[in-house]
């Protein structure tokens, strides 16, 4: 782990305020084997998979946007799991845009969710066919 | 973060995110994606990512998912019946589905020797994940990104108050 006996500074603690239960468990981590970076990846890729299914079988609209932020999330996993196996934080600086982005779509998504409710009362895809040719 | 963590972390977000895609009922379903983010947020931590686990909580679970939640009972979402597809196309769906994971397990877990990634024990550097090490990367180096998104979190709020607010 990062704190291989350095102490621990100010902003470094913030999550261990907040779950204490975490200090006892990452100081008793330190001496056990890691898990591989492979492990990380594949139940990053389990969840995009997942998220994919729901995208392509499930006709509410707004479950297939709970679906793409299953997606999200799982390239987040990713993202950090890597950072960490090259100890380079730009993975977690990817992630941070990568939140970002996404709060910022799902609002806008959201919002023509709802326009969309107004004028047809409903939410289920096959019904949303105005521009079928 | 040893092996039996991860193994019951696992277990526990795979398990969440099929109930995200499965479960009919809408709220449910967003509940399920809280549990998924919030295990997320378990894991980043176990991965020295402190801030972007913090960020994770209160981002995510806590606005993202608030604003699902918000909409779905907002439009008084029931269970809905007719709610699958058709069946050649959730056949298809899952067909594609079995042929990306196995792909992709196969590529991540090694690729048959090509993806490289040795285990390296490397020790991270110190202060790995914390507030000061993300924002020295992101005052620095990441400063355009980190401008132009605050234009588009701008954009989006201003986006989403024109698009629902009620037409006079």
């Known amino acids: 782990m990062a704190k291989r006996g350095g102490k621990y500074s100010l902003f470094s603690s913030f999550p261990f305020s ?5 200090r006892f468990s990452l100081r008793r981590a330190e ?6 970076t492979h492990y990380h990846l594949i139940l990053s890729a389990i969840l995009f998979t997942i998220g994919t299914m729901g995208v392509l079988r499930r006709r509410n609209t707004i479950i297939i946007f709970m679906s793409v932020e299953l997606m999200l999330n799982a390239v987040n996993l990713s993202f950090v799991a890597l950072a960490q ?6 993975g977690q600086l990817i992630v941070f845009f990568v939140m970002a982005v996404a709060a910022a779509e799902a609002a806008v998504g959201l919002a023509i969710i709802l326009m969309v409710f107004r004028t047809k009362e409903t939410v289920n895809a096959d019904e949303l066919n105005l521009m079928r040719g | 973060m040893n092996l039996l963590t991860f193994i019951i972390l696992a277990i526990l977000m795979v398990g969440s995110a099929v109930a995200v895609v499965i479960h009919p009922s809408p709220v449910y379903s967003a509940l399920s994606l809280v549990v998924v983010m919030s295990l997320l947020a378990v894991y ?21 998912m608030v604003l699902f939640l918000f909409v779905i009972m907002l439009l008084n979402l029931q269970t809905d019946s007719r709610e699958t597809q058709q069946s050649e196309m959730k056949m298809s769906a899952g067909i594609l589905c079995a042929v990306l994971i196995g792909e992709l397990i196969f590529l991540l877990g090694g690729g048959g020797g090509r993806l490289e990634l040795q285990t390296s ?10 507030m000061q090490a993300l924002s020295e990367r992101l005052f620095t180096d990441f400063v355009l990104p980190f401008e132009i998104t605050s234009v588009l979190l701008l954009v989006a709020a201003v986006g989403a108050v024109v698009l629902a607010r009620r037409q006079a």
Do not use: C, K, R
């Open chain 2, 121 to 130: 024990q490397q020790q991270l550097p110190e202060g790995f994940g914390t």
């Open chain 1, 85 to 90: 196996h090259w100890g380079s934080m730009d």
């Open chain 1, 31 to 36: 001496s056990e084997t890691m898990v591989p």
């Open chain 1, 18 to 22: 907040i779950f204490p239960f975490l």
């Open chain 2, 44 to 64: 980043f931590l176990f991965l020295n990512a402190h801030v972007v686990g913090a960020l994770q909580i209160i981002v995510y679970a806590g606005a993202v």
